[in-house]
């Protein structure tokens, strides 16, 4: 069982073919490409090392970005035994024997590093196992995931571990690992400069998907160089990372809203695009423009609302993929509008007043009387009829009694909310002149 979490001990023999991405896994951690942020002698990492004082870790970034690598190197440089598990097949009496193997181990004077692969997808009585072994010193955690840990894992867990953050590699990183294959092929890439370029943009920051693809380039018969459209013929472009449950999700909607707030209609549109690409439902999309439009722009642009509606329709009448540009004019036209988050913010703030005064009843004059008894009561008694007032405004109190009229809506000077503004102030001077 030991063989399913460790190293093979055997190793293959010298002429058996082996990956180029194997061929180059860094044997030291000074030879990993990118991560400066956390591998940098001032960064967290460095600063652990030089003091010799290594702590639980979670390793949070994309695919093909060294989370693996980092952890093996780093159980050499701190001279722990290496453990690789992974969360998608690994169980209960698994988890147990791994225990039971490095509290052999620290009895006979070594400690374990215990890298978990895809540790989200543990659940929380599964992660909760690991905390008396990680507070006992019986392993030192590494884990590893794609997905916003502060989501996917228990506070208990986080809470003895420090969240690192590796980023995908930038196109110089991705140069350089290029550079380091072509030195191990012994030649350089049948490709010309913007090809090469483009080779480096397929990759999309995997720098395993990278070297997966210098394979597939240098395995090639050809003795002129390639131009872009020869490689794309051959290549097909590797698919963006998205995933519709999980932190690409969540990123790119972020990234639209606030493009759109911006009035930013180029950016709006390119996070619109990269999510249609990256495969998200264009319903999903149709509703959050649809948000967007009643959170930032409000009242100062009522016709927005209108636009977002019709622009669903459109999509329901059409489908995809010419419905979808209904929907991108919809986005257009939000990033144009005037701005507004009056309405928003004065519902929220009528909610709280609602949760703060709880059942306070209205005051009795705008209540009806059907009953005699109501009407006894006081039930309707000094209503003013509003038809029947100068301007056709009262001016009578509509809050509880005992509730100190507040301010919710306050209107900005923009879009069509700059006229209710002025509605608003007129009706504020009436009912000052009216007590």
């Not at 860094?26 to 490409?33: H, M, N, Q, T, Y």
């Not at 419905?323 to 004065?346: C, D, F, I, M």
Request: hydrophobic share 40%; net charge neutral; charged share 25%.
């Amino acid at each position: 069982m030991a063989d399913l979490f460790q190293a093979p001990s055997d190793t293959p023999p010298s002429t058996a073919p082996r990956p180029l991405a194997d061929r180059l896994r860094p044997r030291r951690l000074g030879d990993v490409i990118g991560q400066d942020q956390v591998l940098g002698p001032e960064a967290p990492l460095g600063v652990m090392l030089a003091s010799g004082s290594l702590t639980s870790l979670v390793f949070w970034g994309p695919p093909g970005v060294g989370k693996t690598t980092i952890a093996r190197l780093l159980a050499d440089e701190t001279d722990l035994h290496f453990v690789q598990i992974s969360a998608i097949f690994t169980g209960v009496p698994d988890l147990r024997k791994v225990f039971e193997e490095a509290k052999h181990r620290r009895a006979n004077g070594q400690g374990t590093l215990l890298f978990v692969d895809e540790i989200h997808r543990f659940n929380k009585a599964q992660q909760d196992g690991f905390l008396p072994h990680m507070e006992d010193g019986t392993i030192l955690l590494v884990g590893a995931t794609t997905e916003n840990p502060s989501f996917e894992l228990n506070a208990a867990l986080m809470s003895r571990a420090q969240v690192l953050v590796l980023e995908r590699l930038a196109l110089a990183d991705l140069e350089r690992l290029a550079q380091r294959a072509e030195a191990d092929l012994g030649r350089t890439l049948p490709l010309d400069g913007p090809a090469r370029e483009t080779l480096l943009e397929m990759a999309d920051g995997d720098g395993r998907a990278l070297l997966n693809l210098i394979e597939q380039v240098a395995a090639w018969k050809t003795e002129a160089k390639l131009d872009k459209a020869a490689l794309s013929t051959r290549l097909m472009k590797r698919a963006a990372k998205y995933d519709k449950g999980g932190d690409e999700h969540y990123n790119l909607i972020s990234a639209l809203h606030k493009s759109v707030r911006g009035s930013d209609p180029d950016a709006a549109l390119y996070w619109f695009a990269r999510m249609l690409t990256g495969g998200e439902d264009p319903r999903y999309l149709a509703r959050r423009i649809i948000r967007m439009a009643v959170e930032d722009i409000g009242l100062a642009d009522p016709q927005a609302q209108t636009v977002c509606l019709h622009a669903w329709e459109t999509y329901e009448r059409l489908g995809s993929p010419e419905g979808e540009l209904a929907l991108a004019q919809a986005v257009t036209y939000l990033a144009l509008a005037p701005k507004s988050n009056a309405g928003y913010v004065a519902y929220k703030a009528a909610m709280r007043e609602a949760r703060k005064t709880g059942s306070e009843p209205p005051p009795k004059h705008i209540l009806n009387a059907p009953t005699k008894l109501m009407a006894e009561q006081g039930y309707g008694a000094g209503y003013a009829y509003d038809h029947d007032e100068e301007d056709g405004f009262s001016g009578q109190n509509y809050f509880p009694d005992t509730m100190k009229r507040p301010v919710l809506y306050q209107p900005v000077e923009r879009g069509f909310e700059r006229e209710l503004k002025k509605r608003l102030d007129y009706f504020s001077k009436l009912r000052a002149r009216r007590g």
